[in-house]
């Protein structure tokens, strides 16, 4: 059973920069890594990912703002975010997904507020 542990949410001010991570228990190479977020009364939504090559992807409303990175020798993968809006308010949670599995965090509270 893979296990992903996210940290670095908190409370920051409109403009202001968080960098979350997830430390998965196993090796992250050959999986897709995804950061999503959920908002009250919201639907989970992906936020951006990064594939075993390498190969980032990102929502809308995160290019420009948010970048995906990781470090495989330490199994971590990173969510630079940065300019962070209200809006941005969310539970955010890390997805591996490995040989057609999906494994998920716990997620960790971003909340965006003056």
């Known amino acids: 059973q893979v296990q992903l542990v996210e940290s670095g949410g908190g409370l920051v001010q409109p403009g202001g920069s968080l960098r979350l991570s997830c430390v998965a228990s196993?090796?992250?190479?050959?999986?897709?890594m995804g950061w999503y977020r959920q908002a009250p009364g919201k639907e989970r939504e992906l936020v951006a990912s990064?594939?075993?090559?390498?190969?980032?992807n990102y929502s809308e409303f995160a290019k420009g703002r948010f970048t995906i990175s990781r470090a495989t020798a330490k199994n971590t993968v990173y969510l630079q975010m940065n300019s962070l809006k209200v809006e941005d308010t969310a539970v955010y949670y890390c997805?591996?997904?490995?040989?057609?599995?999906?494994?998920w965090g716990q997620g960790t509270q971003v909340t965006v507020s003056t």
């Open positions: 997805k591996l997904t490995i040989t057609s599995r999906d494994y």
């Open positions: 196993e090796s992250i190479i050959i999986g897709t």
């Open positions: 990064i594939t075993g090559p390498g190969i980032t």
